[in-house]
């Protein structure tokens, strides 16, 4: 399984650029710099295109994600395009009922609780991901040497809105169901890994040339289950993607005690979110790996001094890491002013590599 | 300040009680434990009681608030009862437009974010907390050698709801305010320390025999800012209570990297969250404090023989600290089966401490 000659990251389109470099470990020739959520409600452009669409259906619109994906590109000049849709996509596009509700989250027709749910679910086919691949194919038509990063959701936060039906705080349902029928637990973060992997080697055949794994909910777990009842799911859902050549990103919020964990199911670079400092991350980590992160998302409302000494604390923290890629430590805030996003960009691009 | 001669901790009812001698680093005759939540929603007699009264109407009503904290030690044959109240009483009681909406949590009439939204804060009175002491007399006087717990909010999560105006999942408005008003912040963490201390002083003076401060949405911080910004806050609302000779336990969810630094805030007892095995959490503490956890609340829903096993686990994993409560390591979820809480006080006490 490998790229084709044609794909940016093969073609010398997006195999030198600081993302990619920086990515391998490598020395960039300009500091890289992108947004968890930068493509989406912060964008007066993006709530324009929006209007009167349904989330799901913006997502499964090639034009339509295409453009939101670059939008942000355009706006403030950052080192990668971050592909738009959603986790849930992958259950779509399988023939699971699933709906996007605003102000809610993530809802499906029926939540998945027992083995016989599991075992009912349909199969995701290569052929319902052309959308997906279609959306990608325009978007890198457009970003030139500019990098896609293609994202998944990992098999633990997917199964979690399964299971619980909707998004809920404690996510007792999987964290019950892990151990109550360990069995059916397994079956249901397989199927998760399956889609999600096939969802991201979609994205990554047609152009992206990164992939993240997003574990939005892994930090209401302790190591233990983690490593016991979520790393194998993860790891099997990123064996759809390895080989590639493509960089892997695991990321994951209020999972300060499980970055070793998350970094061995076999990624290059681990995404490190607001709460821990990028110095104590690279240490736990062992300086194994280059880091992404973690400007405060709440510090995008502060002054601008206040702001740009944190901006400056974050860069410091990650020299010592063998390799950074700026972004947030979490998602842009809805509320977010746009121009502060554009000016941060301008502050990292101005402080040498 | 000192507790009555009459108080249930000085006139012998309480002061050998197991919980009391736990906490204190002792050797109790029994293996104590009770439940977070253990007053409210799981039980079928609570819902009875509460049918047609708003959730603060019930904390303000004296007999009704003793009546719910009575409940679950006469079912459960736990070793405390915790005081039937909730942390945004002592704004209600200072005057603040505050309710609690039923699925969503407690909404204040208009969100506290200025300065002057700070310094125009009503002040609590010991007049306004008299409710809160006859519910707590009424109680004590009921539970005999059994002790009372009181608790409070801790100032950073009840500063959350005060900025927010509602309850939220990142907290940004609050933390972005530390930063970017410094301040304010701190006025505002004060006023909540004095609130919340005063509050939690005025059970422990009517006959509560331990405090708890709950700092539930703490693991949203970083140790550094929990340190700079919230720590001393903590502090100041403990201030209104020591040397009463009650021990004081500090609790939060998500804080296994700030256990440390809420316990340098002063108090005897740590409780632990679900996510840190409590041999680790003891590690991290250096063994100097009792604590007090940490059943995962998802395996109250298990097969008893998977949550006996977690159960059996957990107070292994304590063995090493000095001292030991068990408790849930979160609170009770409203749709928990009340048999299987009673059935772990059982198979507790069953166990010779």
Tied chains: 1, 2.
């Excluded at 990251?9 to 020395?27: E, F, N, P, Q, V």
Aim: with cysteine; hydrophobic share 45%; net charge negative.
């Amino acid at each position: 399984m490998t790229l084709s000659s044609r794909h940016p990251l093969m073609d010398g389109r997006t195999g030198d650029s600081s993302l990619i470099t920086a990515y391998r470990g490598g020395k960039p020739s300009r500091r890289p710099v992108w947004f968890m959520r930068q493509a989406g409600r912060s964008l007066p452009e993006y709530r324009q295109l929006r209007k009167g669409v349904a989330m799901l259906d913006s997502c499964l619109d090639p034009q339509l994600a295409s453009e939101i994906t670059l939008q942000p590109v355009r706006r403030h000049d950052v080192d990668a395009g971050i592909f738009f849709s959603d986790i849930v996509i992958p259950l779509k596009l399988a023939g699971v009922g699933v709906d996007i509700v605003p102000g809610v989250g993530p809802v499906l027709d029926a939540p998945i609780r027992t083995a016989s749910d599991v075992a009912a679910l349909p199969t995701l086919t290569e052929e319902a991901l052309e959308p997906i691949r279609e959306a990608v194919r325009l978007t890198v038509d457009q970003l030139g040497k500019t990098p896609l990063v293609g994202f998944a959701g990992a098999p633990f936060t997917l199964a979690a809105y399964m299971v619980e039906g909707k998004p809920s705080r404690d996510h007792l349902g999987p964290r019950t169901m892990m151990h109550a029928d360990p069995q059916a637990w397994r079956a249901l973060t397989h199927w998760a890994a399956d889609a999600s992997g096939m969802f991201l080697r979609a994205q990554l055949e047609a152009g992206a040339s990164a992939g993240q794994l997003f574990d939005s909910w892994a930090g209401s777990l302790g190591l233990q289950d983690y490593i016991r009842y979520v790393a194998p799911a993860s790891a099997r859902a990123l064996d759809h993607v390895r080989g590639l050549g493509a960089p892997l990103v695991h990321f994951g919020t209020g999972t300060s005690e499980l970055l070793s964990a998350m970094r061995d199911v076999g990624v290059d670079v681990m995404g490190v979110d607001y709460r821990l400092p990028l110095d104590e991350a690279n240490r736990r980590l062992g300086g194994t790996v280059p880091l992404q992160g973690n400007i405060d998302p709440a510090l995008l409302s502060a002054p601008w001094e206040v702001l740009e000494a944190h901006v400056r604390a974050v860069i410091a923290a990650g020299a010592a890491a063998p390799g950074h890629v700026l972004n947030l430590g979490h998602g842009v805030p809805p509320e977010t002013d746009p121009e502060v996003l554009t000016r941060i960009v301008k502050l990292i691009h101005s402080i040498q590599p």
